[in-house]
């Protein structure tokens, strides 16, 4: 999965990206043409990549759209599919890769 594709799919996921520390946007689409989020707030530049993958809220919308599923041992769920994948983001990076690399296995 391309940056791009991970980023549709958590707004189509219902992912709302926040701005500020208490408003998060209830109306967001993304604009290739200009790469800028289109909100109920105006048009904004995207953010930082960081700032979307630290956002548990990001993975959880791609996870529902992606339908990853949980991970559980005789029906005891342990972790749910999208805490799986955003855990392992950080293992990633500590051998080397990057975000971008690590959402292209996504």
């Known amino acids: 999965m391309t940056i791009k594709e991970f980023l549709e799919k958590a707004i189509e996921g219902g992912w709302k990206y926040k701005i500020g520390i208490t408003k998060r946007c209830t109306s967001i ?17 995207i953010p930082p990549l960081a700032l979307i993958v630290l956002d548990p809220k ?3 919308a791609v ?9 559980s041992i005789n029906n005891i769920v342990y972790t749910k599919g999208y805490q799986y994948k955003m855990n392992n983001l950080m293992p ?4 080397g890769g990057t975000i ?5 296995t996504l």
């Open 58 to 60: 990001s993975w959880e």
């Open 92 to 95: 990633h990076l500590q051998e």
């Open 29 to 45: 689409s993304y604009s290739p043409s200009t790469n800028t989020f289109k909100t109920n707030y105006g048009t904004i530049p």
């Open 63 to 71: 996870g529902k759209v992606e339908r990853w599923e949980e991970n």
């Open 100 to 104: 971008e690399s690590y959402i292209e």
